[in-house]
């Protein structure tokens, strides 16, 4: 195992009526911004519950942070809360209005440039300020973490930074909010966490046997209650081990003392700069080409999770770990989410600009032994038209 | 699954050689109380790594804190504290000395008698002194939780109390601070260890998938590394999962969204008080007769404890569940802790005072129905003779 250092002090409120708990959570005197994204807070009444939860509180809104937020928007809600006064953010949404949020609560006050906040990672992030979240998309694990990946449209950017400084307070998990997500975000969410896991997983043994068992434990839960929560959408226990399951999947938990990949993101993050996929799709059409091309290094570790996680126990090492890589993109399919290129009407007319653009953002060392250069990634990206 | 809330916010820092970032997360100016047990700390060295990291800032010690601290000991140290002005505690060993730093921390300044920081249930803890912690013994977990257990000789009374602010600020593990633990300890830890997890996951099923995926990756881990840890001592990476295992047990974390039972602690904590048996040798002698007990309340999760963690396919229910209890009773065996009150010498003369010790404390309605009376508890106690 390698040495580590794990720190998480967000609080988890987990359970069906839980945004009640906002007027335990938030400070009586708080002067409260609620950030959300589209009109559908609004329509599902999720925003109103969280206002009247709010009781006497002063607040405000800032609506329309967009899936991939972006830094445009943003600077708004930034300007908003240094003109006005607000001294706590509320995010109601998904990973977007979550990562969006955690922008704003360490730009605001934040000296010079605010992009800094973003190209310098978190890095110079000295304070930021205090927020929670109502979670209604489970996907990101952005509600206990303390990541976030923003988008500047103007300068083709798509970049995470990640400060302490920037962990919600509080985070409430109420599994009924979920049940009017259009299928497409519950697709998209399983795949999402899938990788997540995926990433912090599918390198090499390093001998980590809990944190090897709690992720062959989450991806198994995924397998099971994904199709499920496309079935049913209204089945409480089948949403709400998808809510928790996605939140660990991203917690840091999983990670600790492991090597880790995320070769995925980063040519999927590409993709929906240049071409609009969802965040999910890129990492659908990436994955199973990457892990194919990466067979030699992951090979050992395909295996264990072709055995463990797929339960496929006849065959080579070599013959598990490529029947893994099958189940995985049939899975993804299964999951309605399409593996290729050319399920999303893109040609290898996108090669060259994928590949430019991870040369623009300096993605030219990426994976666990860091090289993944641009001649791997332009096989990994024709490998999945 | 069950609503829940989840918070835990100390700060892991886990690997060989990582006594020396104590200088980066004790405050520079901090006056520093380091408390710990027996001499062992000393004669290890670990004790003046301790002091050497602590840098410049002025310390001093409190030794002699006993297995099941007890308060007529810790009050000294409160005494100590409050005389000389210490603003920052240390809690050098294992579960016991952690445990006791956590009564000091909540014990300096309480209003009042601060015996009632225990018999609250702490409850009426209002502030704590903050302190961290350096492990040396991987078992109760209290590195990275809210809980305490405290032992007050002349009431014969061992009472736990929680609160978050006795949750530590920082604790450092180093696996190599295990490997000069006498075998005793090593067998005592993966039991205890063991108990914990079974504690949170034998129950009823209540569809929490994440949480039994977690509790039973930590049981095969518990039951692969525990006989190493004996066998080869200075296996580093055997020790950190050891470490990390233990830690993980009691963290809080697979308890959320579960009925919990902690039944066989209670009645071993009677067996302690009155017979000075060790807390995992007590649990060794009440689990598997309490499970044998409760069949038909934990039919069914037994039967997925004999799939899942033991490997058992073949058999009705019922069968699979026996058969998983009469394992768990052969792997403490195997981790050499007696299964029997006859293998420490005690006798049937001892149901008598256990009845009332149960009675005494009001230990009258246990387990995950609260339905574990006294007549149970006879039962479960004689079944172990």
């Keep these: ?9 967000t609080r988890i409120i ?18 409260v911004l609620i950030l959300f994204g589209g009109e559908s807070a609004r329509k599902t009444g999720t925003l109103s519950e969280v206002e009247q939860a709010l009781g006497s509180r002063t607040f405000d809104h800032f609506g329309g942070i967009e899936a991939n937020p972006r830094y445009e928007t943003l600077i708004k809600a930034v300007d908003k809360i240094e003109k006005e006064g607000f001294d706590f953010l509320l995010a109601v949404g998904g990973g977007s209005v979550i990562d969006g949020v955690k922008f704003v609560a360490a730009a605001v006050n934040y000296p010079g440039d605010k992009w800094e906040v973003v190209t310098n990672r978190g890095a110079t992030i000295k304070t930021a300020l205090p927020f929670g979240t109502v979670l209604t998309l489970p996907a990101t694990g952005s509600e206990m973490n303390k990541g976030s990946v923003i988008t500047r449209e103007e300068l083709h950017s798509k970049l995470a930074f990640m400060s302490d400084h920037v962990f919600p307070q509080f985070s409430i998990l109420d599994p009924v909010k979920t049940y009017t997500l259009p299928t497409r975000q519950i697709s998209n969410g399983v795949v999402d966490a899938f990788v997540h896991v995926i990433e912090q997983y599918l390198t090499y043994p390093v001998n980590a046997y809990v944190q090897d068992a709690f992720a062959e434990g989450l991806l198994k839960t995924l397998i099971e209650i994904g199709p499920k ?3 049913t959408p209204k089945d409480y226990d ?5 809510m928790w399951t996605a939140t660990l999947a991203l917690n840091g938990l999983i990670g600790v003392g492991v090597p880790q990949d995320w070769s995925t993101h980063m040519l999927g993050h590409e993709i929906t700069v240049l071409y609009g996929l969802d965040h ?5 059409i990436v994955l199973p080409s990457m892990l194919a091309e990466r067979l030699p290094q992951k090979q050992a570790k395909l295996a264990q999770y072709a055995e463990r996680v797929w339960g496929i126990t006849s065959g080579s090492e070599q013959e598990k770990a490529l029947k893994s890589i099958e189940l995985t993109r049939a899975f993804f399919e299964k999951m309605q989410v399409g593996t290729r290129f050319s399920d999303y009407q893109l040609t290898q007319d996108v090669i060259e600009p994928l590949i430019n653009s991870l040369a623009a953002h300096d993605m030219v060392k990426l994976g666990e032994h860091q090289d993944i250069d641009l001649v791997v990634s332009r096989r990994v990206y024709t490998a999945a038209l």
Tied chains: 1, 2.
């Excluded at 195992?1 to 002090?9: D, T, V």
């Excluded at 089948?238 to 998808?242: D, G, S, T, Y």
């Excluded at 999910?280 to 659908?284: P, R, S, Y």
């Design 238 to 242: 089948i949403r709400a081990n998808l």
């Design 14 to 31: 987990f359970g069906e009526g839980k945004i009640s708990e906002l007027d335990r959570v938030v400070p009586k005197n708080a002067k």
């Design 280 to 284: 999910a799709q890129t990492l659908a």
């Design 1 to 9: 195992m390698n040495n580590f250092e794990f720190y998480n002090p």
């Design 229 to 231: 929560a496309l079935e």
